[in-house]
């Protein structure tokens, strides 16, 4: 075999494509894949979340924690109960002792404010009651659940409301998008 026969072989597989690589694999299609994957699951979580997403999630967080305290006072025979006060922020669990006196709740959980910050407390209303719209509230859950029937609304910066529903003695709470006084 003489060069020029070699030569010649070698550009007419190329020409064919017998020795050129076009395109990506499939397996570095798949890494690609699982780098992007795994960078946005580290870069979504520390995105700022808007107003709105954050009064959704506060609304459901504020109506499981209701849920939870009476569950969990029919389950351990202890009070709790929720201090609101209304046109600002905050929002505290306490746990009833023995005694009566209130205390930090032993229960990680409930340590932490049900509400997310920038969100607002714009009201609550009891029957007994009325509208409460500022000062402090005191909603007491025991054993036999939430005593009244209480309506909270939430206000997101952005001008926007959530209310939360709950039901006495029957542990039903429910979420509404809007600003809602009576049950649908």
Not at 26 to 33: D, G, N, Q, R
Not at 57 to 72: P, V
Not at 147 to 164: E, M
């Amino acid at each position: 075999m003489t060069g020029d026969s070699v030569s010649g072989a070698y550009v007419a597989s190329l020409v064919r494509g017998k020795g050129s690589r076009a395109g990506f694999t499939l397996i570095e299609i798949a890494v690609v894949l699982v780098i992007i994957g795994m960078v946005t699951l580290l870069v979504l979580p520390r995105l700022p979340s808007s107003d709105g997403e954050n009064l959704k999630i506060s609304a459901r967080t504020l109506a499981s924690t209701l849920r939870y305290l009476q569950e969990r006072a029919i389950t351990s025979g202890t009070g709790y109960y929720l201090a609101l006060a209304p046109g600002t922020e905050s929002v505290k669990i306490f746990e009833i002792g023995a005694d009566g006196s209130d205390k930090e709740p032993s229960d990680p959980l409930l340590q932490k404010s049900p509400v997310k910050d920038g969100i607002i407390v714009a009201d609550v209303r009891i029957p007994r009651l009325g509208k409460v719209s500022d000062g402090q509230l005191r909603l007491d859950v025991g054993m036999g659940g939430i005593r009244d029937f209480v309506t909270i609304h939430l206000l997101s910066a952005d001008g926007k409301f959530w209310t939360v529903m709950a039901f006495p003695s029957g542990g039903k709470v429910k979420v509404f998008e809007g600003y809602l006084e009576d049950p649908p």
